[in-house]
């Protein structure tokens, strides 16, 4: 059986910051929740443009 | 000359049944176009409106694994290769489902869906987020293994710490599996599918108009523009 991929063997990895303990993982899933939403908003959506295009021409989207 | 006086019964309408008085309430609330338009408008053409769906996507895949780990039972999800499979489908499912649900949530916050009457769409959004938060929690208590005696025990005290231990027992394993895999999933599909449906209804929500509110503040009088309150920020019909 293959092992995992990461030694999992140890107390959780923790940052700590006042009263906020969180741990690694877990800021890792709010860094990459923060960056796919950045990400959504700027990148441009396949074929976006065009469909504004045809409905600036008043063609049927 | 002879008159025929009218039956009585004949100028009435005939009652309705209640199966007629629900199909005719539901086809007014959503009638089929709306049900199951033909396209979306224009500005649903972006990555920040894609999170809904991919939830959904994530939730089937929950719902289809999950009911083949209950189908095979603990010992197949702990003890074989294929199981382990599937149990790791369950799990990574869950967790891109939260991940999906989160990044939908700060979008539609930000774009402040509930505009437009669309209230309801948000409220139902929320509690899912809130309902789906013990469905997750109560899959940790369920595993059947050490992991799961040793999450109980701390979750129990964290229950009893709030007052809440008379009502949910996390040590007893069948009341937890049976919330997790019966009563919980049950709440969050149908507030899901009453979600889409009011989305149905209300259509999606457009996002602010903020190129014509920049036009309409740049051409309007200063004394009248200043406060921004002649421009809509509900933006617009859906097409």
Redesign the interface.
Known sequence: MMGAVFNLNHPAHTVDWEFIHLSLANVVVIGLMLLVFVLAIVLPFPGAASRQAARGRGDAS | MSSVAPDPRATQAPEKSWTVKVREAGVAALPPEKLLPD?QP?YV????Y??GVASIAALIVIITSGSILALKGPAWWHYT?IGHFFNSIHLWAV?LFF?AM??HL??KFWMASWRGGRSRVWITGAVTFLVAIPCALTGYVSQQNFDAQWISTQAKDAMNSIGAGAFFNLTNFGQMYSYHVLLLPVAVVALVSAHVLLVRKHGVVPPFELEQRKAALATAAPSAGQDGSSASTDGGAQ?
């Open positions: 396209g224009t053409a972006s990555w920040i894609m999170f290769g967790e991940f989160v990044v700060w979008g097409s």
